[in-house]
């Protein structure tokens, strides 16, 4: 059974940082693009960032573009969210997520990642 663990959460005022983590096995990583997900109260989950395997090429959604960074450690398994400039709006659960498709438009379909983390809560404070 493929497991991602996630790791990094918190609270955090307005401005600050957090960087969370996620491991999975090493057959589901290098075969996987890994992304992050987010999901607001009352709100749908969202795409906020990928980065691919083949060439670890990140993409971002346009709210996080600029202060959100999407990194991988192939030798740790590791794929990292650095999030920087937090928002209030940012308060959301953030899963973690592997996703056989890389390229546009799937990467954006939420429907496409097949495995999922557990969550990790994230809490801006203004």
């Known amino acids: 059974q493929v497991q991602l663990v996630e790791s990094g959460g918190g609270l955090v005022q307005a401005g600050g940082s957090l960087r969370l983590s996620c491991t999975t096995s090493r057959g589901t990583f290098s075969r996987h693009a890994m992304g992050w997900v987010r999901q607001a109260p009352g709100k749908e989950r969202e795409f906020v960032a990928l980065?691919?395997?083949?060439?670890?090429?990140?993409h971002y959604a346009d709210s996080v573009r600029g202060r959100f960074t999407i990194s991988r450690d192939n030798a740790k398994n590791t794929v990292y969210l650095q999030m920087n400039s937090l928002k209030p709006e940012d308060t959301a659960v953030y899963y973690c997520?592997?996703?056989?498709?890389?390229?546009?438009?799937?990467?954006?379909?939420?429907?496409?990642?097949?495995?999922w983390g557990q969550g990790t809560q994230v809490t801006v404070s203004s």
């Open positions: 997520a592997a996703n056989p498709f890389e390229g546009d438009p799937y990467y954006r379909d939420l429907n496409k990642y097949d495995y």
């Open positions: 980065i691919t395997w083949r060439h670890s090429t990140p």
